[in-house]
T-cell receptor, first 115, second 114 residues
Framework: AQSVTQLGSHVSVSEGALVLLRCNYSSSVPPYLFWYVQYPNQGLQLLLKYTSAATLVKGINGFEAEFKKSETSFHLTKPSAHMSDAAEYFCAVTRPGAGSYQLTFGKGTKLSVIP | SQTIHQWPATLVQPVGSPLSLECTVEGTSNPNLYWYRQAAGRGLQLLFYSVGIGQISSEVPQNLSASRPQDRQFILSSKKLLLSDSGFYLC?????????????FGSGTRLTVV
């Protein structure tokens, strides 16, 4: 079975500070991992994905994440937070289903950016 | 390019009334289709997925149902809404190998049952 745990339902950072959103996964098969961002009343947008190539993955809007197998982690980082980064972030892992691969999502981390 | 359309954007319905939410995908064939619900504090819950016309798998028992009458059309329905059906409903699609590419989500429907 696959699952993800996002540590911290709410994270606040100052504008210009480092953003670190934590995600740990559990997977019975080599995982594919994803980070999505959701702005209020909108759908989810893919930020980045790990699909067993490079362990350091760069995404949109200056975000990146590093896959660490030994720590079963896939934390999302950004060196300098912008006000526009305020949103909810979801980590997800794939799991096989009948004829498809399904995403299992974490419960999300709401990021607030303080001016 | 592929696009996904979901409507309506918002909906207020009385308890006991029927529901029909529609989702269509353009620019791809044979997509996998998904319905998720997002309720406050509960994250994203997979409700249904479909790998082909008429093929529906349910993840969670509830008073909702889904249908896929055409390859790129996915409908979420209910005969009688409950207060607990309130939430943000998201449709998504993926290629058959969603493992590699993840999902593309629609813009969502905010359903309030009153």
């Amino acid at each position: 079975a696959q699952s993800v745990t996002q540590l911290g339902s709410h994270v606040s950072v100052s504008e210009g500070a480092l953003v670190l959103l934590r995600c740990n996964y559990s997977s019975s098969v080599p995982p594919y991992l994803f980070w999505y961002v959701q702005y209020p009343n909108q759908g989810l947008q893919l930020l980045l994905k790990y699909t067993s190539a490079a362990t350091l993955v760069k995404g949109i809007n200056g975000f990146e994440a590093e896959f660490k197998k030994s720590e079963t982690s896939f934390h999302l980082t950004k060196p300098s937070a912008h006000m526009s980064d305020a949103a909810e972030y979801f980590c997800a892992v794939t799991r096989p289903g009948a004829g498809s691969y399904q995403l299992t999502f974490g419960k999300g981390t709401k990021l607030s950016v303080i001016p | 390019s592929q696009t996904i359309h979901q409507w309506p954007a918002t909906l207020v319905q009385p308890v006991g009334s029927p529901l029909s939410l529609e989702c269509t995908v353009e620019g791809t064939s044979n997509p996998n289709l998904y319905w998720y619900r997002q309720a406050a504090g509960r994250g994203l819950q997979l409700l249904f997925y479909s790998v082909g016309i008429g093929q529906i798998s349910s993840e969670v028992p509830q008073n909702l149902s889904a249908s896929r009458p055409q390859d790129r059309q996915f409908i979420l329905s209910s005969k009688k809404l409950l207060l607990s059906d309130s939430g943000f409903y998201l449709c998504a699609w993926s290629t058959r190998d969603g493992r590699s590419y993840g999902y593309t989500f629609g813009s969502g429907t905010r359903l309030t049952v009153v």
